[in-house]
């Protein structure tokens, strides 16, 4: 069985940083694509960050380039987001993503269950 558990969320000001965290089991990172999708209310879900270790690539939103950095740690089996400068418009739930594919874009194969990022202007 497949659990993506998140966790780091919080509430920061405007220009701060935070740093999510997704542990992966039944899911090993070295062979699957997985990155972070967001929802804010009343918004459509977005698809932040992805990154895939087989091929080596990391793909961002553009609203986000710049400011988030995903990575992962294969020891821990464990995928981050390093969100800095964070700005109003990034508050929303952020999910943690994974696919049964190798390679980014991700599709959406496997979901965690969510964890809430709330930025105070």
């Known amino acids: 069985e497949v659990q993506l558990v998140e966790s780091g969320g919080g509430v920061v000001q405007a220009g701060g940083s935070l740093r999510l965290a997704c542990a992966a089991s039944?899911?090993?990172?070295?062979?699957?694509?997985i990155g972070w999708f967001r929802q804010a209310p009343g918004k459509e879900r977005e698809a932040v960050s992805c990154i895939s270790t087989v091929v080596r690539g990391t793909v961002y939103a553009d609203s986000v380039k710049g400011r988030f950095t995903i990575f992962s740690d294969s020891a821990k089996n464990t995928v981050y987001l390093q969100m800095n400068r964070l700005k109003p418009e990034d508050t929303a739930v952020y999910y943690c993503?994974?696919?049964?594919?190798?390679?980014?874009?991700?599709?959406?194969?496997?979901w965690g269950q969510g964890t809430q990022v709330t930025v105070s202007s």
């Open positions: 039944g899911f090993n990172l070295d062979d699957h694509a």
């Open positions: 993503v994974g696919d049964g594919d190798s390679v980014c874009p991700i599709v959406g194969d496997f």
